[in-house]
């Protein structure tokens, strides 16, 4: 499961849940401007309110619509969903006391959901909005009905009762109060944009780390089966392919006469040959991995060795190498894996691009970066995304493990094998190798 379609999954996710907080929050808005106008018996600007929870309505209606849709949900789309919340907040707010409504705080809401599921910069710029929009609705806004009146009224009789001389003015006191809350708002903006933005970035970095420990097992563990398979398979395959080689040779003594029929047969009994080399080499690496020992051995000379290799298994691809460096080459104990990851490798580029491969290979004693290009037709993003996935492959015939073992053994050294199309056409293998202080 690749990280694309984890964040896909992931936004549809938190579009969803958005979408069922707006939900409730029109069925509450509805609710409670009834209450008002039922009860409270307030002369409220009713038609831009109740036009603006329709529009909500409207806009969820518009993304449960797109929720069915199969493309992403990207991260500006769910910060431009949380902006409209704020505006529609914002307009119910005008129209009903502004900042001095008790409602303001639920400015915190589109914060607290950024803060949670998006990155840092789209918080803080949800931390700028909703902070800008409650210092704009101290100053413009429509009072409230009897608002201020009764409050000054109330202040006033009790300033009577008690008989203080010297207290605060009420339009000075009930100024103080709504600075006061504005003030405890900004507070709240930076405690939650710093704080839960760590808290939700830590949560996601585990999450991460999970997902790729269980990846990383998943894979080793099919790597493992495998084995097991490729163990018995090339046990079993001594005896056939010593068959081959002898009745190869005989039909070569009897093809003396035919030049065509005996070329053919010399190239065959090559492959032959090297199928049974490849055997050996493969039992001798297995004995030497339970041994624990492996001989050092030159960089330029283990490079040189595995293309040697690959050409008398692919002899009809042309293939150009260049190799530069730091001489003398870097002695490295190298993995018997490797070379069977990189066979695998330029396998994939001569299937790709049958007629020519070229390699270029550039190291330094810390690093060896080795790029395949080929002339195929390219990869597409997707199949680019997907390259190294188990049993994926973009071959009418074949089954996508070589590249998954070939990524799998060179990650496990420390490396990295990436794919990607050239703008001229054809693909480039890029393979990473760290070399300094290592045993790859």
């Not at 808005?29 to 018996?41: E, W």
């Not at 420990?213 to 398979?233: F, K, S």
């Not at 490849?278 to 492996?294: P, R």
């Amino acid at each position: 499961m690749n990280s694309t379609f984890l964040a896909a999954q992931t936004g549809h996710s938190h579009l969803r849940r958005l979408m069922l907080l707006r939900d409730i929050a029109i069925v509450a808005q509805g609710l409670t401007l009834a209450l008002v106008y039922h009860f409270l018996d307030m002369a409220l600007d009713w038609l831009p309110m109740i036009l603006t929870i329709g529009a909500l309505a409207a806009l969820n209606l518009a993304t449960w619509a797109r929720l069915r849709a199969a493309r992403p949900v990207t991260n500006p789309e769910l910060f431009a969903q949380l902006c409209a919340d704020v505006l529609a907040l914002s307009v119910l707010l005008y129209y009903a006391g502004g900042s001095t409504n008790p409602f303001i705080s639920l400015f915190l809401l589109p914060l607290v959901i950024a803060a949670a599921t998006l990155p840092g910069a789209y918080t803080w710029a949800m931390a700028f909005l909703t902070t800008a929009s409650y210092t704009l609705l101290m100053k413009f806004y429509v009072p409230l009905p009897m608002g201020h009146e009764a409050m000054d009224h109330s202040m006033m009789d009790m300033g009577e009762m008690e008989g203080m001389e010297h207290t605060m003015p009420p339009d000075d006191a009930f100024n103080m109060h709504v600075l006061g809350m504005w003030l405890g708002f900004v507070i709240s903006v930076v405690v939650i944009a710093y704080f839960v933005v760590k808290m939700a970035q830590a949560v996601r970095e585990r999450d991460e780390k999970l997902a790729r420990v269980r990846e990383e097992t998943l894979r080793n563990e099919r790597i493992v089966a495998l084995g097991l398979q490729a163990a018995g398979a090339a046990h079993e395959m001594g005896t056939p392919l010593s068959t081959l080689a002898v009745v190869i040779g005989e039909l070569r003594h009897e093809a003396e006469a035919l030049p065509e029929l005996h070329d053919n047969l010399t190239l065959l009994d090559g492959q032959v040959r090297a199928c049974k080399r490849i055997l050996d080499k493969m039992l001798v690496n297995a004995q030497g991995a339970v041994v624990g020992t492996s001989a050092a051995q030159a960089l330029e000379g283990f490079l040189s060795d595995t293309l040697d290799e690959w050409q008398l298994l692919r002899p009809s691809v042309q293939c150009q190498y260049q190799g530069e460096g730091e001489q003398p080459a870097p002695q490295i104990a190298f993995d018997p894996a490797l070379r069977a990851a990189l066979l695998n490798l330029l396998n994939n580029a001569a299937d790709a691009s049958p007629e020519r491969v070229d390699i270029q290979a550039k190291w330094n004693p810390h690093q060896l970066m080795l790029e395949i290009l080929d002339y195929g037709p390219g990869l597409t993003p997707e199949a680019a995304a997907r390259a190294g996935s188990a049993f994926f492959t973009t071959k009418k015939e074949g089954h996508g493990l070589g590249l998954f073992l070939a990524n799998a053994t060179v990650e496990r050294l420390g490396g990295k094998v990436r794919l990607f199309s050239r703008e001229g056409g054809g693909t480039t293998t890029e393979v990473t190798l760290p070399l300094l202080g290592a045993s790859i």
